[in-house]
């Protein structure tokens, strides 16, 4: 069931992040087509370009977390035990976590405080809390995906692999 609704969520994230970049490759070329033919164009679009590029940035951010693809310091990962190397990734899970929630804490406040201010944005007639709010919004989904790979990591813990799929992992038993 848990992993149902994973999936379902990874799916739809995954649309939340195409979506936006396809509507702006679309805008992108109509706007060219307007230009070119009619000497006008859409005067919201790089607006509304970098608000696509801040939601991507964070929403694939996300996603990374759940492929294994931000960046980190594998040289000591592979070097150390699996009972090492598990302790280590929980620590450093843990601490992005933290860090995740602190800085989440302060986003929320930042919207709360766009919207009790009540600016809008430049070109768009849209509230400025608006395009921003996807940042607390996926700094808690990170954060999320990382107390889910802290428990992957826990249940490894407790329960190592055997020897031959340690070889698969990159380390020793």
């Known amino acids: 069931m848990k992993d149902k609704v994973l999936h379902v969520l990874d799916v739809i994230e995954g649309y939340l992040l195409a979506i936006p970049f396809v509507l702006l490759c679309v805008l992108i070329v109509v706007d060219i087509a307007m230009r070119t033919f ?5 005067s919201w679009l790089e607006e509304f370009g970098r608000y696509v590029l ?15 693809d931000h960046p980190r310091m594998t040289a000591l ?26 800085v989440d804490y302060y986003s929320w406040l930042q919207i709360a405080s766009m919207m009790r201010i009540g600016t809008m944005t430049s070109t768009l007639p849209v509230p400025l809390w608006v395009p921003y709010v996807i940042i607390p ?15 992957k990591d826990v249940r490894l813990l ?16």
């Open 137 to 151: 919004i996926a700094l808690c989904t990170m954060a999320v995906r990382y107390v889910i790979e802290t428990v």
């Open 77 to 102: 990962l592979v070097a150390v035990p699996h009972t090492v190397r598990q302790i280590l990734k929980i620590v450093g899970d843990l601490i992005c976590i933290v860090g995740l929630a602190v």
């Open 54 to 68: 801040v939601f991507g940035t964070f929403l694939g951010a996300s996603m990374a977390i759940r492929t294994d």
């Open 158 to 173: 407790v329960h190592p692999p055997k020897k031959d799929e340690l070889a698969t992992e990159g380390g020793e038993g």
């Open 38 to 42: 009619f000497q006008s164009g859409l």
